[in-house]
């Protein structure tokens, strides 16, 4: 059932969103009454030329692309354990959904539902998510203090208006931002409390990128609803609900929805 109205709000939704061109109008408003989070457009990537090469306390600027969402296949999703928990069918705490196995790293209890949700997603958009996903701009992202050896206990690592750091081992790194940067969920909505995990290479490419967060169902309703007002917001919500995962409201029905996005690194 929860497919069948998946289908039908989506079919709609998409439709209205072929002629849309920008983030929905949420005011950066969050759904947990915190303050507004706002993110820097990072303007369309353009090729710079070769990639330079790793050195001492070298610097890297890249522009991230959002390019597909991270899918389920043989052996399990790549994401991230965004709650702590490694949860089944019978973890109320995880609104008794099934966690995955990332393959990429082995990581279990890996978050990322809107991976279960893509083909209900492509079936009503009768064509592939990454056509969808190139409206939203590339988001800004830098290392700095990167080591040569590309192990570096302390690397800095800017993503939008986001700043942390984190080490690297061999260029593997991995990096949690509390921040927002747009995201292709029907109609753009924030990806929020983003991570990052990626590789570094010797001669200054990223690659095996990973964006992962969790949308809020009360932003992404309000998103669809910009875009498609004559929508039962109702019908988005029980849709939502049948997959969400994370944020355990007073009813023990979850308020958000975990994702992971492929990326590609501009220059």
Same mark, same amino acid.
């Given at each position: ?63 991230? @692309? ?5 899918? #389920? ?39 990322? @539902? ?21 409206? /939203? ?34 260029? @593997? ?6 921040? *927002?940067?747009? *995201? ?11 991570? /990052? #995990? ?23 309703? #309000? ?41 590609? *690194?501009?220059?």
């Amino acid at each position: 059932m929860i497919r069948s109205l998946g289908v039908v709000w989506l079919v709609a939704t998409v439709g209205c969103y072929a002629s849309y061109g920008g983030e929905s109008d949420t005011g950066g408003r969050r759904s947990d009454g915190g303050p507004p989070i706002t993110t820097r457009d990072g303007g369309p990537g353009r090729d710079e030329g070769p990639p330079t090469p790793p050195g001492e306390e070298l610097d890297f600027g890249f522009r991230l @692309q959002l390019v597909d969402v991270h899918r #389920e296949r043989a052996g399990g999703v790549r994401g991230a354990d965004i709650d702590g928990r490694v949860s089944d069918v019978t973890d109320e705490l995880g609104c008794n959904q099934e966690d995955f196995r990332d393959p990429f790293d082995g990581e279990v209890g890996v978050d990322n @539902q809107l991976a279960a949700l893509a083909p209900t997603i492509e079936a009503a958009l009768g064509s592939d998510l990454r056509d969808s996903l190139l409206v /939203i701009p590339p988001a800004p992202f830098r290392l700095e203090g990167v080591d040569p050896s590309l192990t570096d206990p302390d690397v800095r690592v800017l993503l939008a208006d986001g700043v942390t750091r984190t080490s690297m081992r061999n260029g @593997q790194f991995r990096a949690e931002l509390a921040i *927002a940067i747009p *995201a292709w969920s029907f109609g753009v909505t924030p990806l929020r409390e983003v991570g /990052i #995990e990626a590789r570094l290479t010797s001669d200054g490419r990223l690659v095996d990128i990973a964006l992962f967060g969790f949308h809020f169902l009360e932003e992404v309703i #309000e998103g669809a609803l910009t875009i498609a007002p004559d929508i039962d917001p109702e019908l988005i919500r029980t849709t939502l609900e049948g997959v969400a995962d994370l944020e355990p409201g007073p009813t023990g029905i979850c308020q958000a929805l975990s994702a992971s996005y492929e990326a590609e *690194a501009l220059r």
